[in-house]
């Protein structure tokens, strides 16, 4: 497959595997490999940045409420929720970065397997039973926790949202309203990391090699493609039994032992 074609493929699974548990990130390192192209965070970062307009586009509403109200509690949440996730990654970002050569992708699959299985069975038996309450909404406590798990989840493998929504599920929230909670809060951190990308890039710490126009393709790829399915992933991922995503990275994990 030529340069053009595996940028143009990688462009459609960021786009879809985005709104899904799955790990968008750790697909594209995957495919990468299977393609013999060299993955590179700033070229994850600029695909997830391609689905972050996606995301724009879908919750604009949402968006524009929360910078007309920008002390909001969902505001606050948010913040909240960007202040461990930013810590965690710049004090991981050395090994972040060498996550990238995809050597722990396996076991980062794993444990994104493991993660959703044990939300479900913790979300399921929380309705069986009255001796927990029954919280919906998502309060301070719960969003700074959400944060932390989209922290560790900037490793390929583990999904960043299937850990928040896990993490989301294990305080007793909505799934819901997780899921939602979950994308709005992809918006200043992916914001950031393209920023510090590129700042590493003009102070010539960082040397990136890319093909624009491809690379161009597969932004517009990743972008359209997330329009075109947001809403039916999002949708999926509220009612679906996450036990069913847990299969499939179990099986991609044992997948990708023999790819990476």
Known sequence: MNLFLALFFLGIIQGLTEFLPVSSSGH????????????????????????????????????????KHPFSQKTIQIAVATIPTCIIVLVLMPIIKMSFAGKLLPICFALSAFLLLFAEKFNNKNHKTKDYPDLKEIDYKSAFWIGVAQGFAVFPGISRSGSTISAGLLQGKDKKEVAKFSFLMSIPVIFLSLIMEIYEIVAGKEVVNIQIFPTIIAFLAAFLVGIFAIKVMIKLTEKANLKWFSLYLAIISIVSVFII
Do not use: N, P, Y
């Open 28 to 67: 594209l390192v995957l495919f990468s490999k299977l393609f013999g192209i060299e993955e590179s965070l700033f070229f994850s970062i600029l695909l997830h940045f391609a689905t972050l307009l996606s995301i724009l586009v879908i919750f604009r509403k949402d968006i524009w409420e929360m910078i």
